[in-house]
């Protein structure tokens, strides 16, 4: 058994796999132009990110843009995602490989850019991360819609994909896998950051570089912009579904009663790795707020203290379980949050002293294109061998090389 | 767009791709050992085939061998066949993981020989060949089951998976894919050869050398072991379920007028390419024969009739549709039916004059490993870039490489 260690973007990542170095691919050289692509949950589209990974293991994003989908996809999106059969996911593989190679049309025709590959996330239609016993054999599994071999054929280009599965193979869940993008694109800075995105959920990585650059945690830290989303919403009768800008917040006075209500909920006990979502922070959680408080505050109070709420979320995290192990020099802030000033405000506000609040895009990941990038950086792996794994945010065994490859 | 030409045991094959030579991998060099995996939809378990080959061409089955599920797990794959949802196939392809890599675990305990690379099939869920019109897009797709990044992190070796894809993404059905091992195998012979394979139905592999060893076309003949085997049955009260060494045939004789009625079936008069089933030539079938035949024939008489209407679908294919283009050297007879030495006579004295019967075991093809071989091959094709699939056999457009690859 050996380590071996290479070095990507003057970050050097230890792994071990079966002790044997595995290196199949003599056809890529550098630059390396891998276009990442991705589509969430939501079944609202595709977006992709052209990077280019030059050998001395510096990176540039050539583009990035964003496929979406139309009503009638996205209709037929959301009935696949509530449930369908075996003949139904056999399609379904050709049918999101045939979306996947029309965005890739559309970018190629907006862009010149040669591309020599594909890594692409695909359409999860189920994720069962937690053991399920299943005829006496307890299993974890994961299934993304998209068949690799319809997508290399339909473009003429090389394909990674199902990047999820070798990583519940050693007994990870699969999931966050970004955080090998921000160890990637982040990792070569010097001292220690902090990525955090702020979607509808706020979650951070750590990575410290000690003695070599490495995630040493990944976890949720509470709200994003769920609840503040729903507000805005909610006082523009539809309108509006985000306070642009934090317009709203900026012009109230937060209400200390109903944050520090609302920071008691027993996530912000829970010792990390944890994962939240919607059924704590969603649309019920925000029902329940606004029907206590919108007679006693005004909406700008109400965003105000919403806003808060995300800001202690993150802040309280940060000193319970990321502070004490050692000092951060900067956290870089990616998701729509990234473009909320109030938010980014208030943030550095908060942890003034303790360390900088930068914007991702500053560092050559655009907050939009961070996730699309992520899956870049994890075709670049694949590509070199380098297992793309952080048992520290999936809780593997071990690190693997995560996907695989159509020709 | 130019053509390449690759050597392969001495079988040249032309190919186009994009125009361009795609040769990926680096880490495989001569003698290339390919364990190939098969199970199908019997169920009942899972063939392994090392075959070693070699730079000049040349290979060598250094071991065949079975992993028989058992009663458990083939009614958990019955179920699965009869329709699953999104999380049963999640879970499935998991779960198929784990078993094929008991198999390896199993062959390797029995055979020192080191593998290089395994080629496997999985476990077909769906197959939807012919287009289906769906939210108003007509497509197609196929679903077999296995995680081909699970299979390649338990057994540490990598894998080549998802063959039937990408033919179907220019077009093809995605089968038979056997006809590219028929042609890896025997196309290096002299002269013209077909390939036949008896199992519950009847099909034919052309091979002609002209220039170039080509499989020209690929079809089902007719019925293979079908109706004998549900005679047998029958007639045992279901103590034997086949005709051993085809003695009960070689005891009885042929009914001409049975024989004649038999052969009025209009799947004769079928132009090929064309395919058949149990369907047509199943349990329901052998039932309407017994009914009217079992008091005016002995069982020795039916199975003689029944095992001529095996050797005359077979003969009566070979005039009508291959020998008009030339002639044949040689059939080479692989299959549950090369056992059947009364089918072998007959089949002999059928074509005399015509064409040489020979066994698949001569040519260092076991008849009962030659889909695990065909596997095989189809590996060491992905690995060297060569397109395996066989318009010629399934329609496709135009002859792609098959497969993906879990490093």
Redesign the interface.
């Known amino acids: 058994m050996v380590y071996i260690i290479l070095d990507i973007s003057g970050v050097e990542i230890n792994f071990l796999r079966?002790g044997v170095k595995?290196?199949?691919?003599?056809?890529f050289g550098f630059p390396l132009r891998i276009l990442g692509m991705m589509s969430g949950t939501s079944g609202d589209g595709i977006d992709g990110a052209l990077v280019q990974f030059e050998k001395d293991g510096s990176f540039s994003l050539l583009w990035h843009q964003e496929f979406p989908f139309d009503a009638?996809i996205r209709t037929?999106l959301k009935k696949l995602m509530n449930?369908?059969?075996?003949?139904?996911?056999?399609?379904?593989?050709?049918?999101m490989?045939?979306l996947y190679s029309a965005a890739v049309e559309k970018f190629r025709k907006a862009h010149v850019d040669k591309i020599d590959c594909i890594a692409a996330h695909g359409q999860t239609?189920?994720?069962?991360p937690q053991k399920?016993k299943?005829?006496?054999?307890p299993?974890?599994?994961?299934?993304q819609a998209l068949?690799?071999?319809?997508l290399?054929?339909?473009t003429?280009l090389?394909v990674i994909y199902?990047f999820r599965?070798?990583d519940?193979?050693?007994g990870g869940q699969g999931a966050p896998l970004v955080p090998f993008g921000d160890l990637r694109f982040f990792g070569g800075l010097p001292g220690d950051t902090v990525a955090l995105n702020v979607g509808g959920i706020a979650n951070i990585t750590v990575i410290r570089r000690l003695p070599k650059p490495k995630v040493v945690s990944a976890f949720d830290v509470g709200p994003g912009n769920l609840l503040m989303d729903a507000l805005a919403t909610k006082i523009s009768s539809g309108k509006n579904c985000f306070d642009r800008d934090g317009k709203i917040a900026a012009a109230g006075k937060t209400c200390r009663q109903l944050l520090e209500e609302l920071m008691e909920d027993p996530f912000f006990e829970l010792v990390p790795p944890k994962s939240t979502g919607r059924d704590r922070f969603g649309q019920r959680r925000f029902e329940s707020i606004w029907k206590k408080w919108n007679r006693k505050l005004s909406p700008q109070d109400l965003m105000s203290s919403l806003l808060n709420f995300t800001v202690e979320g993150i802040a309280s995290s940060l000193e319970k379980y990321v502070l004490p192990n050692g000092k951060i020099d900067r956290m870089i802030v990616a998701g729509g949050g990234a473009k909320n000033y109030e938010l980014i405000r208030r943030l550095k506000m908060r942890l003034r002293g303790k360390m900088q609040i930068r914007i991702s895009d500053e560092f050559g990941v655009p907050a939009s294109a961070r996730e699309a990038m992520a899956f870049a950086a994890l075709g670049e792996a694949?590509l070199r061998?380098i297992p793309a794994g952080i048992p520290a945010a999936t809780g593997a065994k071990q690190p693997?090389?995560?996907?695989?490859?159509?020709?």
Chains 1, 2 share one sequence.
């Not at 449930?83 to 049918?95: F, R, V």
């Not at 068949?147 to 319809?150: D, L």
């Open positions: 079966h595995t290196t199949f691919f003599k056809r009638n037929r449930g369908c059969s075996e003949d139904e996911i056999a399609l379904a593989n050709s049918w490989a045939l239609l189920a994720h069962i399920r299943w005829g006496g054999v299993l974890t599994g994961t299934l068949s690799g071999s319809w290399a054929e339909k003429g090389p199902d599965s070798r519940m193979a050693v694949f061998g693997v090389i995560l996907g695989a490859f159509a020709p």
